[in-house]
């Protein structure tokens, strides 16, 4: 099983849906125009002014986003930040109006003015993406500590993230670590940033010392929030009995909440229960079926397990061919099992034409990626797999 630390913004992504909630105003000057009236006066809405606000989430909530566009407008217009806020979100994405990137980031702009919160999240979004504007790492740090500041989470998650991984921006590790504490400590906490936190405290990477019990504690909050990642790792937790006794049934459990969301590497831990038939009742096919959607999520550990299957013909017909094909893909991934495979069929012509020259190149890869592990090709594959 693989527990290696890997940052959760690979490539820099969020959601950001249309709030409801009352936020300040930007200004406490109200515009007043003769057809609306005056909808935000000193600093708060008016009575006019959250009747129209409500029923502007009304339409968005029902998918009637234009009529949302037209109750929101001069809301934004008189200096409302929630609204000028989903204006800017509606235009980026053409809800109820053709999309206008120029207007999005104006309207987006003048809701961090006011300093609404997600309005620093998305602006920085925008820059760390190059998305409508040049891309900035050090603009989006700069907006996302903005937003942290002001107490929102998944600002202080992003900027964290940046900082104790060094995503496009000089790392800084003891300053990321604080602000994904303050992500998972706030009072409506982003779950990635506890799960995440457990990750750093399970592997002792980054020059943060290893930490069971914190582990254990972050994983445990962010797995309860359904993050599947931090319920696949608390399973491994829970399998080898890392901060705590060992429990393979909870292990399974977690592994079972992690992959009915998809998550592959669990599909592929609980195809090998099946596999093994421990615990859970031994069922080739089941274990077959669970590789084969690990495998297809991208999961290497899955992808040599399919083949070992495949190869011997555990829960359908023998495919050595297909086995084989597998293995070369995984280590062409460098992924050192799989290598260690398609060295061995390579030496001995099972599955594919026999090369001794390229197995010795595959089972150097192999021993060079781990060092540890057994990988003699004496023996054939058939011979091996029993």
């Known amino acids: 099983m693989n527990i290696a630390l890997r940052p959760l913004l690979a490539s820099v992504a969020v959601a950001l849906f249309l709030s409801g909630c009352a936020s300040a105003p930007a200004t406490d000057a109200a515009k007043s125009t003769p057809q609306y009236g005056v909808l935000v006066q000193n600093g708060k809405l008016t009575e006019d002014g959250e009747l129209r606000r409500d029923l502007g989430l009304e339409h968005s909530t029902a998918g009637r986003h234009a009529a949302a566009y037209t109750q929101w407008l ?6 409302h930040s929630e609204s000028q806020f989903n204006l800017g979100l509606m235009l980026r994405d053409g809800l109820g109006v ?9 309207w987006t702009r003048k809701a961090a003015a006011a300093n609404y919160p997600d309005a620093y999240l998305a602006l920085g979004v925008r820059h760390a993406n190059g998305s409508g504007v040049a891309k900035d790492p050090a603009e989006a740090l700069r907006l996302w500590r903005q937003g942290a500041a002001l107490g929102d ?6 900027a964290g993230q ?3 991984f060094g995503l496009d921006v ?3 590790g003891p300053g990321g670590l604080k602000l994904l504490l303050q992500a998972a400590q706030a009072d409506t906490p982003s779950v990635r940033a506890q799960s995440i936190l457990g990750m750093i405290y399970l592997t002792g990477e980054e020059g943060v010392p290893r930490d069971y019990a914190k582990a254990r504690l972050w994983l445990s909050l962010a797995a309860a929030g ?3 990642q931090a319920q696949h790792h608390l399973g491994v937790m829970y399998q080898f009995g890392r901060g705590g006794p060992a429990d393979q049934r909870k292990a399974v459990a977690w592994y079972e909440r992690a992959a009915r969301q998809g998550n592959p590497a669990s599909l592929n831990n609980l195809g090998t229960f099946y596999k093994n038939g421990k615990v859970l009742p031994k069922d080739v096919k089941k274990a077959l079926d669970y590789f084969g959607r690990a495998h297809e999520g991208g999961n290497l550990d899955g992808t040599v397990n ?3 299957m495949l190869f011997v013909g ?3 017909a023998a495919d050595r061919d297909k086995a084989v094909a597998l293995y070369q893909q995984a280590a062409e991934a460098a992924h050192a099992p799989g290598q260690c495979r398609y060295a061995r069929a390579l030496r001995h012509g099972e599955g594919v034409a026999a090369n001794a020259d390229e197995a010795a190149l595959w089972l150097a890869k192999a021993k060079a990626k781990a060092a540890k592990q057994a990988c003699d090709t004496r023996l054939p594959l058939a011979t091996f797999l029993k």
């Not at 001069?74 to 200096?79: M, T």
């Not at 989470?153 to 992003?158: D, K, L, R």
């Open 153 to 158: 989470a998944n600002s202080a998650f992003y």
């Open 226 to 228: 359904e993050e599947s």
């Open 98 to 106: 053709p999309a206008d990137a120029a207007k999005s980031l104006e």
């Open 314 to 316: 555990h829960g359908a």
């Open 306 to 308: 399919l083949g070992d």
């Open 162 to 164: 940046a900082l104790f």
């Open 74 to 79: 001069p809301l934004a217009e008189q200096g």
């Open 170 to 172: 000089a790392r800084d």
